[in-house]
């Protein structure tokens, strides 16, 4: 990343926190990934982490390089990320009713 400064103060300034805010997040979501997800430790109770800050760092992340870290016009079929996870959701929600 040419200029990672201004991508992570850009980033925080676009989810509203600030970096310690963040990682605590981060850590957050790693615990649960960890002691839950990847293999079951033996607690009882899971805090399941929100998961919206994953997809607004996600989708920052997508629209940063798009419009930063363009070489050779590398992205040129990069879908819009919004759009596409959008459809991407619509589509997961289908196929989960009808499994029920």
Do not use: W
Request: hydrophobic share 30%.
């Amino acid at each position: 990343m040419a200029d990672e400064t201004a991508f992570q103060h850009g980033l925080f300034q676009h989810l509203n926190c600030t970096e310690v805010q963040f990682e605590s997040y981060k850590d957050g979501v790693k615990t649960y990934r960890d002691k839950f997800v990847a293999h079951l430790d033996n607690q009882n109770t899971a805090q399941i982490p929100s998961l919206n800050h994953a997809k607004d760092s996600t989708h920052y992340l997508f629209n940063y390089l798009i419009n930063n870290e363009q070489i050779d016009n590398c992205f040129h079929d990069a879908p819009a990320i919004e759009n596409y996870y959008n459809e991407s959701f619509a589509e997961a929600e289908r196929v989960y009713q009808s499994a029920e």
